[in-house]
């Protein structure tokens, strides 16, 4: 073909009719999730809704806004008498087709997506929350989800208490009170701390608080806090369910329908902190591969956890699925395996830590995680650097403290690159 021949032309095809939410699906090009199904199966097929146009692959509809027949059918769409989209910020059937598939893997009757893993922190705690709320929150936490709690929260009039997350009394005692809100992170970062959510759960409910878990770190494979008892899982979609670092993301998971539509509904809707379509789009691709990356993440961060744990220039390696571990035993309850991040303290402190960073032929410097590329980060001088001196001391947030995403090149080419990097040191 010439270039520049290929011209597009119009087809008499019909034009694409998107199966609306709430009609009887077409079974021939949309087969019903089976209860049967594994959970691989969902995440593969799982909220697939194939539009007139029969695409194999999940449909990409960026569009802000739908028509409606009549000016009847948009007064009952907005009366809320019929189910159909009326515009992006409230749904969109590429993020519905993501939040179904969420919802199904997490065994959860609803999800909502949103723009990033902050905008749903923000929302699960926002949406339920008003002057004079108590709440409560484990003081190991990604470094803006403290802010959203330490600075933002107490600004407009809720009260909130950090406590160590790891020491049941201290929940006991800031659970004593009436409480709205728990919010949690399990494992930690960096330092990897595993709380236990099945006990502070119960503690929890007893004080009235409903529990939001930051299940980013586990995966929702390796994880199931509504299981153990949580009220409310939220994830950044961004890293491990997307994997390969290219966008934002999140997503808040839960079965509380008064939740929904008395908190969260409103508030997404009105607010506006919604996922676009495109992201939507390539987290239900990440979605298909999470279990078998999470699978070779977990084999290459116990093959390197193993490896440091053995060296002589390593004072501290942290990996749930070490004996060493602190809450070892807890770990291996409430997760299926170790996880992918490993942690890890190399001797003399910042100066060798960056030694060993600069060091690194092929793991890369970054402070995201959770991606196909293994990824490092010195979290005293980065992610944590807003902390105080005595709040990294409290953390375990050592000068020497280096936090490892393990990715999925071949594990023997990464432990090559931590030995000769940690070579470097001597
Ligand atoms: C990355 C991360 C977040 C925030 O997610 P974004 O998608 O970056 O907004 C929250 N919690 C944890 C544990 C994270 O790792």
Known sequence: MRAGAFVFTPTKAPPLVVLLLGEEPKMAINKPVQDTWRSQTKLVRGGTNRSAAAETSEGLFLTSGYVYESPQEAELAFKGEKDRFIYSRYANPTIAMFEERMALMED???CVATASGMSAVFASLLCQL???DRVVA???LFGSCLYIINDLLPRYGVETELVNGTDIE???AALSRPTKAVFLETPSNPTLDIIDIAAVSELAHAAGARVIVDNVFASPILQKPMALGADIVMYSATKHIDGQGRVLGGTILFDDTSYLEDHLKPFMRHTGPCLSPFNAWTLLKGLETLELRIRRHCSNARQLATFLAAQPGVSRTIYPE???HPQHDLAMR???EGGTMVSFEVDGGKDSAFRFLNALKLVDISNNLGDAKSLTTHPATTTHQRLSDE???ALGIT?????LSVGLEDVNDLQEDLAQALGSNH
């Open 334 to 336: 409430q997760m299926e």
């Open 108 to 110: 959860a009757k609803y």
């Open 322 to 324: 070490l004996d060493s």
């Open 170 to 172: 201290q929940w006991e």
């Open 138 to 140: 484990s003081r190991a």
């Open 130 to 132: 008003q002057a004079g």
């Open 391 to 393: 709040e990294r001391d």
């Open 399 to 403: 000068p020497g403290l280096v936090r």
